[in-house]
């Protein structure tokens, strides 16, 4: 046994006495793989120092050598489903535009015209049209990124049209998502995603869609806000009001590839920091803050059930019969309680159907200070095979509440604005410190670590 497996051991031996597996069993739920998994690392103690926040040149560093050589999601694939509908993507100082071509394949071009530079595309723009035209001079290249026209091309007898394509990325599909690496080495998709696609056979992300997206703007590093959404150790603090429903201590953490980490918490199980005992109905009323405004003030819970049993019965019917979507085949679990994968560097999924959220935090321009959140809500599409018109985004300023987006869950809007109002404080707080970093707790947050780590990977 290697140091650090001791240490696993030695960590694992201390943590509360009834975690998610021993729960789910004392509970006698079937448990279908990937959840009944656990796959905890230890991976060592040091302090995370905090000018991997804030300093312009680690932040410079992470985008010559990171942002640029790794797979990052763009959009769906239903967001341009016809020749020439595209969407621009940015992240940090880079720009991409996603389009789908004549053929019905979907490119990437670096949004930058090969004359003198300009911007093809605004930033954040998507629409639909069947070339690109550059709005200074008026350079033009065909959706699969040939070049179309130069105006006055008889001063430009140096230039070979054969050599003037616009410039690509690689393009990789997975799930409904299209995810794009700008290095052209980079290893497939389906080999930096490691076990995940495995993990998420039973979930069908491409039959789903976009019910619901919000852009946040954050006052934070594109780490700070990443790690928010990687623990539930701050639930007892932050969201006082979800210990009613969740069990937080108990959450389980998994770490399985460079690029994939989970945790996985149950609902229907208070907190033992609540400090009240809650009976089954107690905790029925109080749960998943997604669905309240859904749920039915009557649900009762049945003699000898549970709120657990109760609220998968309850949502199998609201799917079946609201949404026509079949949950045949979903165990309890993977419809009530809160999963919770990452895919490095900036994807959060959440696969179970309860609260259906995608996640995407990335830098804004190139200030290690700002960030963009998107969140998605992504619902199964229903049987009919028809597939709603994906939510366009609603984007919101920093000082904005989450309850100002027509559409948001109140009890939800409430838990953003919660995560999300910590952020700017942390980013302060990063640079008035005399302690050098961060220090993170060995079991609860290794997942933050874990992210490091697979940074320390790219930027050496
Ligand atoms: S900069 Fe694009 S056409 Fe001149
Ligand atoms: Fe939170």
Known sequence: MSANDEMAAKIVAALPEEMTQEILQRLKEDVPSPLDIEAYKFL???????????????????????????????CREEHIPNPGDHMVYEVGPYS??????????????????????????????????????????????????????????????????????????????WGGFVFINMDPDAPSLADYMGVLPGHFDNWNMEDRYVVLHVQKELDCNWKAA?????????T????????????????????????VSRFYALMGIPSPHLGRE?????LIDNMLTGDR???DDALQVPEGSTARATMAAFLRNQFDEDYDVSTDGLADCEIVDTIEYTLFPNMVLFPGLSLPMIYRFRPIGMDPGKALFDLLFLRPVPRSGERPEPASPVRIGVED???????????????????????????EGFLTSRKK????????????????????????
């Not at 509440?401 to 404080?425: E, R």
Request: with cysteine; charged share 20%; hydrophobic share 30%.
């Open 437 to 460: 970093g961060q220090t993170l707790g060995n079991y609860q947050e290794v997942r933050i670590r874990h992210l490091h780590q697979t940074l320390d990977k790219y930027v050496g």
């Open 401 to 427: 509440s989450y309850s100002i987006v027509p559409g948001m869950d109140p009890g939800m809007a409430h838990v953003y604005d919660q995560d999300t109002g910590n952020l700017a404080l942390q980013q």
């Open 236 to 259: 007892r603090e932050t969201h006082p009001q979800l210990l009613a429903s969740t069990n937080e201590p108990s959450t389980q953490y998994d770490i399985f590839d460079d690029h």
């Open 96 to 173: 991409l535009i996603i389009t789908r071509t004549e053929t019905g394949d979907i490119k990437a071009f670096f949004n930058s015209c090969l004359h003198r530079g300009t911007k093809l595309c605004a930033s954040d723009s998507a629409g639909s049209k069947m070339d690109f035209r550059c709005p200074y001079h008026g350079w033009t290249w065909n959706l699969d990124g040939s070049l179309k026209d130069i105006p006055s091309s008889w001063d430009f007898s140096h230039v070979n049209p054969a050599d003037f394509g616009l410039e690509e990325a690689q393009v990789g599909l």
């Open 226 to 234: 990443v790690e928010a959404f990687m623990e539930n150790y701050h």
């Open 293 to 295: 405004e859904t749920v």
């Open 44 to 74: 060592g103690q040091e302090d995370i120092d905090f000018t991997r926040y804030t300093d312009p040149a680690f932040f410079q560093t992470e985008m010559d050598q990171m942002w640029s050589k790794v797979w990052q999601w763009t």
């Open 278 to 282: 809650m009976s089954e109905q107690d």
